[in-house]
């Protein structure tokens, strides 16, 4: 396991709303690839990861850490202008998706809506505000804070236990 530079969890009344919040802070992007690759390495399919953060906030830079835990030797890179990308990893894929360029989700809605039902698949999604009727409540929603050049402060919400699990032995 790698070392971050702070960690912190709770679990927000958990009788009430059920949420394991995590939040780690990274001062390197090395960090940010070294956390992704983690949480990368504990993924078996069917996980679905929000991605929430302003733009050139690491998103993309996540996805490619988290490909690699998942042992993809795949080329990840932003899908912004294809809007969707998949990656192979041994028997799973990963489906890398990021709505930043559209106003409406139109058909690529139903492809994620596909993708999320697939075992075998994980999926990450950046600027996921116009899908979140197709996103299932049960996700790791991971919202990245800039705080410097390469600093970033990662606040991460599990809803259920398969997520929960991701990420509660970072």
């Not at 698949?121 to 409540?137: M, R």
């Amino acid at each position: 396991m790698f070392a971050y530079a702070s960690l912190q969890t709770e679990v927000v009344n958990p009788i009430l709303v059920n949420i394991m919040r995590k939040i780690i802070k990274v001062n390197s992007l090395v960090e940010t690839t070294n956390l992704a690759f983690n949480i990368g390495k504990l993924l078996k399919g069917g996980e679905i990861i929000e991605l929430i953060s302003d733009l050139g906030g690491g998103k993309t830079a996540f996805v490619k850490g988290l490909a690699k835990g998942m042992g993809s030797d795949d080329e990840v890179s932003s899908p912004t202008f294809t809007i969707s990308r998949v990656y192979k990893a041994g028997n799973l894929e990963l489906h890398h998706y990021d709505f930043y360029r559209l106003h409406h989700a139109g058909v690529v809605a139903a492809q994620l809506a596909e993708s999320v039902n697939e075992n075998h698949v994980v999926v990450a999604v950046e600027w996921g505000k116009i899908v979140q009727g197709v996103l299932p409540a049960h996700r790791l929603k991971i919202t990245i804070r800039s705080t410097g050049e390469n600093s970033r402060t990662f606040v991460m919400e599990a809803h259920d236990e398969k997520h929960k699990k991701l990420i509660e032995n970072l």
